[in-house]
């Protein structure tokens, strides 16, 4: 059974820091492109970053990019995100997601909770 | 950056008709469109690819058409479980979702 599970969400100060991890198992993770996709409540689906399945190349929406860095480790089968210089419009679910070349989001995880307030 | 516009927002629906909704692209994705469907509190779950190819699993009364910058998607003989909002999202480069369609129990 694939499985996507997320973790690490959770309440943090405007400017604080948070690390997001995606554990995968189910099928072959070294050999998936991956995402973080975010959802911010009631709102509609974005792409926040994209890690190709060797790491080598990486993408950043306009609006996270220079606070956010996504890595993996393909030993441990993981996704990371790394949230920085956080802001309330980052105040969102974060899904991990497992992208298959030019046929979609086959894989979603059930997403974790990223609250940014004071 | 290429934008998805979804049609119409909300769409009232009884059980047993027909949905249609709408997506269109300000400029050409090809065939590289993909539909998805969401109920509250879950994950997006792929329903089509490629414009028209149904995702595994996923029921022969969804079905999806178009290329370039118009699609659609068609749910036929619509049952309890599909009242859903529905995305459309391309992948040409960088990927972006259109805002949605709500498709609710008239």
């Known amino acids: 059974e694939v499985q996507l599970v997320e973790s690490g969400g959770g309440l943090v100060q405007p400017g604080g820091s948070l690390r997001l991890s995606c554990a995968a198992s189910?099928?072959?993770?070294?050999?998936?492109?991956m995402n973080w996709v975010r959802q911010a409540p009631g709102k509609g689906l974005e792409r926040v970053s994209y890690?190709?399945?060797?790491?080598?190349?990486?993408y950043y929406a306009d609006s996270v990019k220079g606070r956010f860095t996504i890595s993996r480790d393909n030993a441990k089968n993981s996704l990371y995100l790394q949230m920085s210089s956080l802001r309330a419009e980052d105040t969102a679910v974060y899904y991990c997601?497992?992208?298959?070349?030019?046929?979609?989001?086959?894989?979603w995880g059930q997403g974790t909770l990223v609250t940014v307030s004071s | 950056e290429i934008l998805l516009t979804q049609s119409p927002a909300t769409l009232s629906v009884s059980p047993g008709e027909r949905a249609t909704l709408s997506c269109r692209a300000s400029?050409?994705?090809?065939?590289?469109l993909a539909w998805y469907q969401q109920k509250p509190g879950q994950s997006p779950r792929l329903l089509i690819y490629?414009?028209?190819t149904r995702a595994t699993g996923i029921p022969a009364r969804f079905s999806g058409s178009g290329s370039g910058t118009e699609f659609t998607l068609t749910i036929n003989s619509l049952q309890s479980e599909d009242f859903a909002i529905y995305y459309c999202?391309?992948?040409?480069?960088?990927?972006?979702f259109g805002q949605g369609t709500k498709v609710e129990i008239k």
């Open positions: 189910g099928f072959t993770f070294s050999n998936s492109e």
């Open positions: 997601a497992r992208d298959r070349y030019m046929a979609g989001v086959d894989y």
């Open positions: 490629g414009a028209s």
């Open positions: 890690i190709s399945s060797s790491g080598n190349t990486i």
């Open positions: 999202q391309h992948y040409n480069n960088w990927w972006t």
């Open positions: 400029q050409s994705v090809s065939g590289n």
